[in-house]
Each structure stands twice: as structure tokens, then as C-alpha cells.
């Protein structure tokens, strides 16, 4: 079918609409539909019950994915989609497929996991509890994967065509721009920050008919502390006691961002040389990947051999066990990052219960994880079924959050010539997202709005 110059597009919110998880946005023109992001649902249990809902067409009618990039809340629905009957391709980077080639199947074990261990329990008032995909279902959904290079038009035919670019949030992470019957309308993904140690700074865009920008921190200010001043200061005092720093990571991004600090530290000679190990098959993973993409981020060949040189992998659950023993302080870099599962647990369970060692907090907790009761004072959390004191240091690490705060976002925001005919903001807690939408308007006098789960509208 043809596109109608003249017809509108229609935007469908479902997902990351009043929440900050399950990204998905439908659009539909001309017998065509494209969806931007395809994420899964995560934290509170009403949010969760979505990814159990049949979505609102079938997915055999879809032409294509575009992804925005890796991270489960924008990527982790693909292996359903599929499943249902999607036969088109999945659009995103190089970087952003191999990292979902790591991702995704794990995804896909976890849920296995869980339902296993619900069943065992008899926890669940599903009977029997079935995991939203499986393993094998998510290696299956690779295949439709079609990357495509940083900044190239790809062309999807009748007058609709894409380019990622990059945003600077995670590796492989882009703005999706879609061109489509002469309207350009760009999605923000999550939006990184202009002066990461890490990554490089988001592109300035400049052109578009329709936004759709993401809120994460459009209420909050970042820290302007230094991270290398608060990981010294954390690191020294420990080591000074004897301890050990224990520090739940996300395994993409966090843990990368993390050791390079903690490598330049050393090599500036602000902390002792303590042995450092990174303890998550995923975050070794991710870290070859990174390596693997020089040029998206912005450290040198050297730099990355350094960084991850510096640390100890332990891949086999042995090794990781091995990690508990012994007096010497260490520095453990583990999975999850906020300690609702993995390996980290066991490290709590051994080091949280000594005054002398320090747990380091250094993301966003979301409510109602262990790792939100440990940053907010708990004396003690459960973990695999009993109560562990904690009795180390909690300290905290602010400063690296992947996510632009609302002046990075305003800044952002800023490149743009002329304004949009609207502004969608989305992705954030509601507080968060109407800060946002008010600082647009006040400030650049933009016509915005803030979409709730399952919102549709015209684009003209
Ligand atoms: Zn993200």
C-alpha cells in the first residue's frame, strides 16, 4: 500500500506511558505498522501483569522493530513478539544486538528460574507458573535481528525510513529518527549525559515534526560531586579497617563505568592496590563487547585493555564461591544491580554482617528491592530465606547515572531549530514526567504533552 503524504500517523503509547519500564510505541500509517522499542515490564506487580496482555494487534501484522537500544525495558518483549508471529526485522546497532545476544537468552533463563522455583514453592496462584519466554525462545528471536551502522538511512520502503544515532546512554544506544511521508519523527530512547567518563556525549539533533522524549530524572538534579573523590574516599577508608567494598552492579554499563574508575584510581595511586573482581558471567560479557565497538565510547584501545586487565574474572559459580574466603580485603563487583537475585547475595550474606567492609551503592533502587532497604538504613534484609545483619558501612555513589537530569535533558533539548508540533514525554514516574513537560513549556514554550499507558494520537 501507499503512503498517503496527506494521511496521519497514528501513535499508540504502550509502554513506558506513566511508568519507566515496557517501552513500546506503535506506529501506524498507510496499512503499515512499525514499532519503537519493544520492552518488558518490570518492578511493581500491577506494571508486571502487562507483559501477560495480549497487545492491541497481532504481531504477524508488524513490518519492523526499531530498538533504541539493549537494556531489558526497551529490548526484553522481543522474544514474545516473535513467538506470537513476527516475521520482520529487528532494527537496532552492532553493538546493541550483541549485547541482547547476551541479554536476552539470560532474560529468558531467569524467567525459567523463577517459575521452576514458584512451582517448587507453590507460591504462585498460576498453576502451573510458565515463564513469559523461555531460553530457548529467546536465542530463537536473535535470528530476526538486522543491525544496521550508527548514522546510515535505511530505507523500509513507500517513504518510510530510519537512522540510529547515538544518545550516549549505554553502548550501541541511539535516537531513533523515522522519516516517514515527509514527517520526521524522533524517539529519544534513554538519554545519556554530555560529560560521562565513559560513554560519549548524545548527538545533537536539530530536526523534528514529532518528539517523544524520555523523563527518567525530569524532576531531579544530578550530584555534581566528583565519582573519582567519593570512590577514593569509600575505597581508602575500608581498606584502612581491613574490609572488603562489596558493589551490586548492573552487569551492562554500571560495571564498565565502575572498574574504569576504579583503574584510574589505582593508576593515579589515590587507593591501595586491592584485588578487584568482577563477578558476573554477564558483565565479563558485556565488557568484551564494549572493547569489541571502539569509537562508541570514549575510551582508547589501551584504556579498555587496562580497565578490564586490572580486574580478576570469575565466571564458574566455584570461583565465585571462592571469592568468600580469606582475610584479605577485595573489591567485588557483582550482579544484580539491585540485589534482588545473583551472585551478589552470597557476597552479602559473608561481608554485610562485619562492621569493617562497605557496601557500595551506586544505582537507582527501585522500591521494594533489597537493594533500596539496604540504602535506605535497614539493619537487617532477608536473603534465601533468613535474616542478615548488616553491619558494614552503606556508603553511596551517585554520580554515575546513565540518564540525563532535567537541565541535561533541557540542554538536549536545546539543539532543536525550531520547535516540534508536539512534544510526547514519557518514561518517568508521573511526578517526574510532568516536572518535565512544565520546564518545557516555561522555557521553551513547546506544545508538550504526557501520555497515559495506552494513549493514541494523530500525527499530522
Ligand atoms: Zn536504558
Given at each position: ?232 574516599e569509600v575505597i581508602t577508608r575500608t581498606a584502612a579497617r581491613g574490609g572488603s567494598v562489596i558493589i ?23 587507593i591501595p592496590?586491592l584485588p ?47 571469592l568468600d574466603e580469606g582475610p584479605m580485603p577485595r573489591i567485588i ?14 557476597h552479602l550474606k559473608r561481608f554485610a554482617p562485619e562492621s569493617k567492609n562497605t557496601i557500595l ?27 542478615v545483619p548488616i553491619c558494614a558501612e552503606v556508603a ?65
Amino acid at each position: 500500500m501507499k503512503t498517503d503524504e496527506s494521511g496521519a500517523i497514528k501513535l499508540t503509547f504502550l509502554g513506558a506511558a506513566g511508568t519507566v519500564t515496557g517501552s513500546k510505541y506503535l506506529l501506524e500509517a498507510s496499512g503499515r505498522r512499525i514499532l519503537v522499542d519493544c520492552g518488558i515490564f518490570q518492578g511493581r506487580k500491577e506494571i508486571r501483569e502487562r507483559n501477560w496482555q495480549r497487545l492491541p494487534f497481532p504481531p504477524s501484522s508488524l513490518d519492523a522493530v526499531i530498538l533504541t537500544h539493549a537494556h531489558l525495558d526497551h529490548s526484553g518483549y522481543i522474544p514474545v513478539l516473535v513467538e506470537q508471529g513476527f516475521k520482520g526485522p529487528v532494527i537496532s546497532t552492532h553493538a546493541t544486538r550483541d549485547l541482547c545476544e547476551i541479554l536476552l537468552p539470560d532474560s529468558g533463563y531467569l524467567m525459567e528460574k523463577d517459575a521452576d522455583y514458584a512451582n517448587r514453592k507453590g507460591f504462585s496462584r498460576h498453576k502451573p507458573a510458565l515463564p513469559i519466554y523461555t531460553e530457548a525462545q529467546a536465542a530463537a528471536s536473535l535470528e530476526s535481528f538486522r543491525p544496521i551502522d550508527f548514522d546510515e538511512e535505511f530505507d523500509l520502503g513507500d517513504g518510510l525510513s530510519v537512522k540510529l544515532t547515538l544518545s550516549g546512554h549505554i553502548l550501541g544506544s541511539a535516537f531513533v529518527q523515522l522519516t516517514w511521508g515527509g514527517r520526521r519523527i524522533v524517539f529519544s530512547g534513554d538519554l545519556g549525559r554530555p560529560n560521562s567518563a565513559t560513554m560519549r556525549k548524545p548527538e545533537a539533533l536539530s530536526q523534528a515534526d514529532y518528539l517523544v522524549v524520555e523523563s527518567t530524572y525530569g524532576n531531579r538534579h544530578h550530584e555534581k560531586t566528583n565519582p573519582y573523590d567519593t570512590l577514593a574516599e569509600v575505597i581508602t577508608r575500608t581498606a584502612a579497617r581491613g574490609g572488603s567494598v562489596i558493589i551490586p552492579s548492573f552487569a551492562v554499563g554500571r560495571s564498565q563505568s565502575l572498574l574504569y574508575h576504579i583503574a584510574e584510581l589505582k593508576k593515579q595511586g589515590r587507593i591501595p592496590d586491592l584485588p578487584v573482581f568482577l563477578d558476573s558471567p554477564m558483565a565479563i560479557n558485556a565488557s568484551d563487547i564494549f572493547c569489541g565497538h571502539l569509537g562508541e565510547h570514549r575510551l582508547t584501545a589501551k584504556q579498555c585493555n587496562s580497565t578490564f586487565q586490572q580486574a580478576s574474572y570469575t565466571r564458574s559459580v566455584e570461583a565465585s564461591k571462592a571469592l568468600d574466603e580469606g582475610p584479605m580485603p577485595r573489591i567485588i563487583v557483582s550482579a544484580s544491580g539491585m540485589a534482588s537475585g545473583g551472585r551478589i547475595l552470597h557476597h552479602l550474606k559473608r561481608f554485610a554482617p562485619e562492621s569493617k567492609n562497605t557496601i557500595l551503592i551506586t544505582g537507582f533502587q527501585a522500591e521494594g528491592t533489597r537493594g533500596a532497604q539496604i540504602a535506605d538504613g535497614a539493619k537487617e534484609v532477608k536473603i534465601h530465606g533468613r535474616m542478615v545483619p548488616i553491619c558494614a558501612e552503606v556508603a553511596h555513589l551517585k554520580t554515575l547515572s546513565a540518564h540525563a537530569d532535567q537541565d541535561e535533558i533541557m540542554g538536549w533539548l536545546g539543539h532543536f531549530e525550531n520547535p516540534p508540533k508536539m512534544t510526547f514525554v514519557t518514561h518517568g514516574e508521573p511526578m517526574a514526567s510532568a516536572a518535565l513537560a512544565d520546564r518545557i513549556r516555561d522555557d521553551l514554550s513547546w506544545g508538550c504533552d504526557v501520555p497515559a499507558h495506552g494513549d493514541q494520537v494523530e500525527l499530522t
